[in-house]
Nanobody, 122 residues
Framework: QVYLAESGGGLVQAGGSLRLSCSAS???????MGWFRQAPGKEREFVAA????????QYAASAKGRFTISRDNVKNTMYLQMNSLKPEDTAVYYC????????????????WGQGTQVTVSS
């Protein structure tokens, strides 16, 4: 019912910035949304979540202070602005959607995009 597609990943040097986008369709903003990442050999982890109107956000400790999640409901697009990137941020970044906010913060989603690669070099 919700279709998600990430874009904006790439290669960046440590200390640099990237802005990821997640395009949604199929009644996407009836759902809460979030960003997640998965590094090679590691489990997928929660990064950030946002409610329907963008007024409430939550971040993982690793992201807080460096990353900003936002959404534009007119464009049906969610964003993740990533600043002060570190090599440890290297991962495939996914957007996800869920009917409830809480499960997103625990790494759960009903719908997933295919991911976009973020590589941070040292």
């Amino acid at each position: 019912q919700v279709y998600l597609a990430e874009s904006g990943g790439g290669l960046v040097q440590a200390g640099g910035s990237l802005r990821l986008s997640c395009s949604a369709s199929g009644r996407p903003f009836n759902y809460f949304m979030g960003w997640f990442r998965q590094a090679p050999g590691k489990e997928r982890e929660f990064v950030a979540a946002i409610n329907s109107n963008g007024g409430i956000t939550q971040y993982a400790a690793s992201a807080k202070g460096r990353f900003t999640i936002s959404r534009d409901n007119v464009k049906n697009t969610m964003y993740l602005q990533m600043n002060s990137l570190k090599p440890e941020d290297t991962a495939v970044y996914y957007c996800g959607a869920h009917a409830l906010f809480g499960p997103l913060t625990r790494g759960r989603a009903d719908y997933w995009g295919q991911g976009t690669q973020v590589t941070v070099s040292s």
